[in-house]
């Protein structure tokens, strides 16, 4: 009789984030026999190093964000998947999704990134707003905007400047 060897299971690797380590994490694994889902809250890369011009309207948002599963639409062993993780559990190795979806790994990267921080200063936030997401780039936009709108109306022109 012969024997029959059971197919080999590709690792599963599970990647939270799709900022710049999350894609080149993934990106290094193409061509790699191993099964990819990348998980983010959003379904686009945001190039956070151009929010700045967002937010001084030189750019549109459409610019700066760039839709994750077209980046990585000839990658066959990726699977983008859209949530937020609502747990990690390390023991059983998987990661649940909007408190539903379970998703089994043997491999964990998380690259969620990071946020802004006022050290304890709270009352900072109305006056420097942080600049780390397209909502954040769109309000700072709308109030420089105002700004100007606003001086352009302005009859006194010590008030106006």
Known sequence: ????????????????????????????????????????????????????????????PADI????????????????VLGNISNIDLGRMSVTIDNSQEIDCDYLVVATGATHSYFGKEDWVSCAPGLKTIADALLIRKRILLAFEEAENEIDETAQR
């Open 65 to 80: 964000a760039f839709p994750i599963r077209r980046i990585f639409r000839s990658q066959k062993n990726v699977i983008c």
């Open 1 to 60: 009789m012969d024997s029959v060897t059971p197919p080999i299971r590709k690792p599963n690797i599970v990647v939270v984030g799709a900022g710049f380590a999350g894609l080149r994490v993934v990106q290094r694994l193409a061509g790699v026999s191993v099964n990819v889902v990348l998980i983010d809250r959003h379904n686009y890369h945001l190039f956070q190093p151009l929010l700045y011009q967002v937010a001084t309207a030189a750019l549109s």
